[in-house]
């Protein structure tokens, strides 16, 4: 994770904050040294808003590329607790310097209520990841999850439309891809949850908003689909049980598993012992950046990643 040592200068009334990568990313071909960036007061501010905050890695990348791509501009975390979230959004966004957040866990949901206007994927899935403030006053928010999900889907070559999906677990992750493979005509997706009628409410509105077969399933068995999805956090700890049974993968199946520490994850390798196709989760992050830099403004950097995201997806993978 990049480290951050801060001094003060009187002469420029700045705060120059030297940001030093680890030796990974510093050996890597791909990542740019970001030597430092200027803290001041011309500098547009944005939050990753989180209970807890020590897992993000929002701040690492989207630094990095302010300070290398001479933005002026710094993401910075805030641990809000989830009863506090109303009332920190209204306060921190009086600040005229605060342009925006990102929202992580466990404040997707909860944001969607504090918003003036919300794109059809989070209004479908009942999240946002980020939410801006417009020209008017007025708050916007937007969902990226799943469409990281899909353009990361596009980046390995894995088909979408026409085919069968099987998401298991079906919180904001999940809920998140199930409804981005929707608006992409997948032509079946299965939603599985261990929480029971947790699935049934989510199918019903997805079915109805974008005309796709969308069902709940009572077991994660993954035959017959060609795609499989883990939105679920079995893996991250030890002892974990796998969250379906790889033995019923059909040889030709594609296997993602979004979680983005632990890796290989158990089940991803238990499926390349089988010679299963599968892919861990941190594409799906790096395909979101260049969806929150122009939603916050940042279209000539947005387009540059776009064309090409190897910085930074060296950086999340030295990560």
């Not at 085919?163 to 299965?190: P, Y």
């Not at 260049?290 to 030295?318: C, M």
Request: net charge neutral; with cysteine.
């Amino acid at each position: 994770m990049i480290a951050q040592r801060a001094r003060s200068s009187r002469k420029s009334g700045s705060i120059a904050l030297w940001r030093t990568l680890r030796t990974p990313n510093l050996r890597h071909p791909k990542v740019r040294p970001a030597t430092f960036m200027n803290i001041s007061g011309t500098t547009r501010v944005f939050l990753i808003l989180g209970d807890p905050v020590e897992q993000v890695r929002a701040p690492e990348a989207f630094n990095h590329l302010f300070a290398a791509h001479g933005i002026d501009a710094v993401l910075v975390p805030a641990n809000v607790p989830a009863a506090e979230l109303g009332s920190f959004v209204t306060q921190v966004l009086k600040a005229r310097n605060i342009d925006g957040l990102w929202l992580a866990i466990p404040h997707k949901t909860a944001m969607v209520e504090l918003l003036d206007h919300c794109d059809r994927l989070g209004r479908s899935a009942g999240a946002v990841n980020a939410a801006r403030r417009n020209i008017d006053g007025s708050l916007e928010g937007a969902l990226f999850d799943g469409v990281g999900f899909t353009k990361a889907l596009d980046h390995w070559g894995i088909a979408i439309t026409g085919r069968r999906a099987l998401v298991v677990g079906v919180g904001g992750g999940g809920v998140a891809i199930a409804t981005s493979l929707a608006a992409r005509g997948a032509a079946r997706i299965a939603l599985f949850d261990s929480t029971p009628g947790r699935t049934e409410a989510v199918a019903t509105k997805l079915s109805a908003e974008f005309g796709v077969e969308v069902v709940s399933v009572a077991s994660p068995d993954p035959a017959g689909y060609d795609l499989v999805v883990n939105a679920t956090p079995l893996g991250l700890k030890a002892g974990d049980p796998l969250p379906f049974d790889v033995a019923r993968l059909a040889a030709d199946t594609a296997v993602v598993d979004i979680l983005m520490k632990n890796q290989p994850t158990p089940l991803l390798r238990a499926c390349r012992a089988r010679g299963i196709t599968a892919h861990p989760g941190f594409e799906m992050m790096v395909q979101q950046v260049p969806e929150y830099l122009a939603f916050f403004g940042f279209d000539a950097l947005a387009a540059a990643v776009q064309a090409d995201s190897s910085e930074v997806r060296a950086l999340f993978e030295a990560g």
